[in-house]
């Protein structure tokens, strides 16, 4: 097997890497920095860049095709890279399997910030010490964010940091299982459909305590502004749709995507009431109209609007996908009025 750990820099792609290497007799680790470094006046030459990522690549052709796994632990906010590897799995005839490794943006900095220090004390030469250091924050943000709009968009599977090593290893091994188990007939990705074959009938008075608790945690994170407990009511295989967003899939991928999100204004500001709730009970189907709410701007008036979502029950108190469906132009214009009458009330 071919796995290649994406993630910001400073995220543990390496430490994560190690602890699979642990487990797993031969399996070569290729840190493409450290291959980078050993080269002659590689800070000179901005080829040494280039020449770094083709000699991984032919240590990894080597070791996969004398029958061992191999794991890049390694920053590629571009594809082309990342596609170079898929192809020589394929030439290797070994399954490819790619993870994003994310975790908040602040703990990152503050470990990107630790290493490099460590790097400076110990007077050793790192391609991270080419950037700025006033400048790390931003381009680690930069880069988390960038890294997860891609692994929504593409459906690749986000481990979560945030937990430690152990439990990031646990996340990935369930990755590893999953992505060697697609359902007979079907593609490993087509996790919607999967979820659909795997739908069970459950009782209607589960079904509407189970969308009890997810109307109240819901509410609460609204009101805590901390939406962690609302990507803890998802299974860790669920889908997401969201129409503006993007396809999301498990449940840290929802977690990275709805937390900071959520912390944004105007959303922090949002809290939800339901004009109606449709259950499904033998498809263990959940759909509901929710209301978006805003405050009072300072005038009075109310500003609300509406999406459908349909959720589907997994038992145990979560949920296996979610769809919400909504027009993102009446969403606008609803915002932009109460922003306009909060302007005026402020003003007056």
């Not at 994003?100 to 910030?113: E, G």
């Not at 074959?197 to 997810?214: H, I, T, V, W």
Request: aromatic share 8%; net charge negative; with cysteine.
């Amino acid at each position: 097997m071919l796995l290649l750990i994406n993630g910001a820099p400073g995220v543990g792609k390496s430490t994560l890497a190690h602890r699979y290497a642990d487990e797993h007799p031969l399996a070569l680790i290729i840190d493409i920095d450290s291959i980078r470094t050993h080269l002659g006046q590689w800070a000179r030459f901005d080829t040494s860049k280039l020449v770094a990522r083709d000699l991984a690549l032919a240590l990894a052709r080597a070791h996969l095709r004398n029958g061992h796994d191999v794991v890049v632990p390694q920053y590629l906010g571009r594809p082309e890279y990342r596609e170079r590897l898929e192809l020589l799995a394929g030439e290797s005839d070994v399954p490819f399997v790619e993870v994003l490794l994310a975790d908040d943006t602040d703990r990152i900095t503050q470990r990107f910030r630790m290493r490099r220090a460590e790097y400076a004390s110990a007077g050793a030469a790192h391609p991270e010490g080419d950037l700025d250091d006033e400048a790390v924050g931003n381009e680690v943000s930069a880069a988390s964010d960038g890294l997860l709009r891609d692994a929504i968009a593409r459906g690749v599977p986000v481990i979560s940091a945030a937990g430690g090593t152990d439990e990031s290893y646990l996340a990935l091994c369930e990755r590893l299982a999953s992505a060697h188990r697609p359902a007979p007939g079907r593609h490993a990705n087509h996790a919607q459909d999967r979820g659909r074959d795997l739908m069970k009938n459950y009782p209607l008075g589960e079904l509407r305590e189970a969308f009890e608790q997810f109307s109240r945690v819901s509410d609460e994170c609204a009101a805590s502004g901390d939406y962690n407990a609302f990507a803890d009511l998802f299974t860790d295989d669920c889908t997401y749709i969201e129409h503006v967003f993007g396809e999301m899939h498990g449940r840290e991928a929802v977690r990275q995507w709805i937390v900071p999100l959520m912390k944004q204004q105007p959303n922090d500001q949002m809290t939800y009431t339901h004009d109606w709730v449709l259950f499904d009970e033998p498809n263990g189907r959940v759909v509901f109209c929710a209301r978006t709410h805003m405050p009072d701007p300072g005038d009075g008036t109310q500003y609300s609007t509406t999406n459908w979502s349909m959720i589907d029950y997994a038992g145990d108190g979560r949920w296996s996908r979610e769809e919400d469906v909504y027009n993102p132009a009446n969403f606008g214009t609803m915002l932009g009025n109460w922003q306009a009458a909060k302007d005026a009330a402020a003003k007056s």
